[in-house]
């Protein structure tokens, strides 16, 4: 399973992009912001990416953040939600607002997707609601968000990438030593030093 790519930008179109990785071309599935981002890259860039693997075709699905991908992947645990639906939705807005309104239950978000409609949406946020809250994603209105909430989510971001909870505490752990220069690093700083810590280990496995 191919979990990430970094490599140079090659094509992007508005639903995919090719990533140039050692002279090989990956095609990756994209949403449209993430499109648009990559068309300004400059030098290379790095992708999570999700693999779907079918009898008649491999494939790639990429997300600048981390915690975009986890969150995608809850997407399609939901019925009837496919790959293709599911970038449809992240397409829609920032994925923090979509889990959001998820936690306050606001339907219209979702239904405005095309495709999508109230039925899915209320779909949607019927088996999710839980997920997202349980994922500290966003905070009960007028409650602040404890200090160690950056920790925990980069945790739950990493354990949902397949990694042990052990492994997700340890690495995060060495992070917050490596960002200490830095009053209070964020969940995506907190998981990408994670993941440079994790990845080679993997590897040596």
Do not use: C
């Not at 939901?78 to 992240?90: D, F, Q, S, T, Y």
């Not at 809250?133 to 925990?152: F, H, L, N, T």
């Amino acid at each position: 399973m191919i979990a990430s790519l970094r490599g140079a930008v090659g094509r992007v179109d508005e639903e995919s992009v090719v990533i140039e990785v050692a002279g090989v071309g990956y095609q990756v599935f994209v949403h449209q912001r993430t499109a648009a981002h990559l068309r300004a890259a400059v030098g290379e860039v790095r992708l999570e990416v999700h693999t779907v693997v079918r009898d008649d075709a491999i494939s790639l699905y990429g997300f600048l953040d981390p915690q975009e991908l986890v969150f995608f992947r809850h997407l399609l645990g939901v019925e009837r939600i496919g790959p293709k639906a599911a970038l449809a939705i992240l397409s829609r807005t920032e994925w923090g607002v979509l889990a959001e309104a998820i936690a306050s239950e606001d339907h219209g978000v979702l239904a405005a997707v095309p495709g999508i409609g109230v039925k899915t949406a209320r779909r949607i946020v019927l088996e999710l609601k839980g997920t997202v809250d349980q994922m500290g994603i966003v905070s009960a209105p007028g409650r602040a968000p404890s200090s160690g909430a950056p920790v925990e989510r980069a945790v739950e971001a990493l354990v949902q990438l397949g990694f042990s909870a052990q492994q997700a505490r340890e690495a995060v752990g060495a992070g917050l030593n490596a960002a200490r220069g830095e009053e209070s690093p964020t969940v995506e700083e907190l998981v990408r030093i994670a993941l440079q810590r994790l990845r080679p280990a993997a590897v040596r496995r």
